[in-house]
């Protein structure tokens, strides 16, 4: 059956995105930066995720007697312990690798609470206009005035600390830059053509958003929630590092640093290697990030 003008126009985006995506991917998957922040990514998830099994150890586990067990390729070092041991003896590399599932869980978490608002403010700010836009609009502008941190910070002190209020604290500190690209991004597109070959033919407004509109900020938002999970996890490790973090009951790489830097002189290894593992989880994010950038850019051959 023949398609009508507006038809096909709606047929040809959807055909020029997918093709579009294909290359992009490609891009993405034959770029080294990519590759090896990708095989990073993956080698932290999945001693998070096997966490249990991957430790050598109970990570909270003391022993007065092995206290200060320097890393395996120092003089005194024990091979069942890799990493070497903390003040009170426990495994560093156990807790590290426990540290990890806090740290991307929290980045993780964070970044869907974020999406959830972020992305609906910003279609709805973007799509309705008006009055509603102007308000919507308002609210980002007082939320960005505030320092993410400092916000977390009251916040945590007024709720006490928890996983729980740490994910919803940095989730709702960091929506407001989503709802600005997407809001940005919906204007640009109500007036496509294509939008308005579908309301040609009688599509709901709802379906054009989320059918035609959302689809096409997909690219922005996956490379924004991807360097947030960074930004997440540095901001959990600022927190931890500060005594407000998700509390005592969990090993966290910001509480490594914190217990460890009044022994620097005579353990380096115990705020030196959660350093290293934010560091290197941190940089392989942002890698994958700016790759995904660069490979969904449109203007990108």
């Known amino acids: 059956m023949a398609l009508t003008l507006p038809q096909q126009a709606v047929a040809y985006e959807v055909s020029a995105g997918a093709t579009g995506g294909s290359r992009a991917w490609r891009r993405f998957a034959f770029n080294p930066a990519a590759l090896a922040g990708t095989l990073i990514l993956l080698v932290v998830?999945?001693?998070?995720?096997?966490?249990?099994?991957?430790?050598?150890?109970?990570?909270?586990?003391?022993?007065?007697?092995?206290?200060?067990?320097?890393?395996?390729?120092?003089?005194?070092?024990?091979?069942?312990?890799?990493?070497?041991?903390?003040?009170?003896?426990?495994?560093?590399?156990?807790?590290?690798?426990?540290?990890?599932?806090?740290?991307?869980?929290?980045?993780?978490?964070?970044?869907i609470v974020s999406l959830l608002v972020g992305v609906t403010a910003g279609l709805v700010s973007g799509f309705v206009g008006g009055k509603v836009d102007t308000a919507i609009g308002t609210v980002?502008?007082?939320?960005?005035?505030?320092?993410?941190?400092?916000?977390?910070?009251?916040?945590?002190?007024?709720?006490?600390?928890?996983?729980?209020?740490?994910?919803?604290?940095?989730?709702?500190t960091g929506w407001e830059r989503y709802t600005r690209v997407v809001r940005a991004e919906v204007m640009a597109l109500r007036e496509k053509e294509f939008i308005e070959a579908a309301r040609a033919i009688g599509v709901?407004?709802?379906?054009?958003?989320?059918?035609?509109?959302?689809?096409?900020?997909?690219?922005?938002?996956v490379v924004m929630s991807t360097l947030q999970v960074a930004q997440a996890i540095l901001a959990e490790a600022a927190l931890s590092f500060l005594g407000v973090g998700s509390g005592r009951a969990y090993p966290t790489w910001g509480q490594m640093i914190s217990l460890g830097r009044d022994f620097v002189t005579v353990a380096w290894w115990l705020p030196t290697l959660p350093g290293l593992?934010?560091?290197?989880?941190?940089?392989?994010?942002?890698?994958?990030?700016?790759?995904?950038?660069?490979?969904l850019d449109p203007r990108a051959t």
């Open 45 to 111: 998830m999945s001693a998070a995720l096997a966490a249990p099994w991957v430790a050598p150890h109970d990570p909270a586990k003391q022993s007065l007697l092995r206290r200060f067990t320097p890393p395996v390729w120092q003089t005194g070092g024990n091979a069942a312990y890799p990493l070497g041991t903390d003040q009170v003896g426990r495994d560093v590399l156990s807790r590290i690798v426990h540290g990890a599932r806090i740290s991307l869980l929290v980045g993780v978490s964070a970044v």
């Open 204 to 221: 709901g407004r709802l379906r054009i958003i989320f059918r035609h509109v959302l689809p096409n900020t997909v690219s922005s938002i």
């Open 140 to 172: 980002v502008d007082v939320t960005l005035s505030f320092p993410q941190i400092l916000l977390a910070l009251a916040f945590v002190a007024a709720l006490g600390p928890s996983l729980v209020t740490i994910i919803v604290v940095l989730g709702l």
């Open 277 to 295: 593992a934010i560091l290197l989880t941190v940089l392989a994010i942002n890698l994958v990030g700016d790759r995904l950038r660069d490979a």
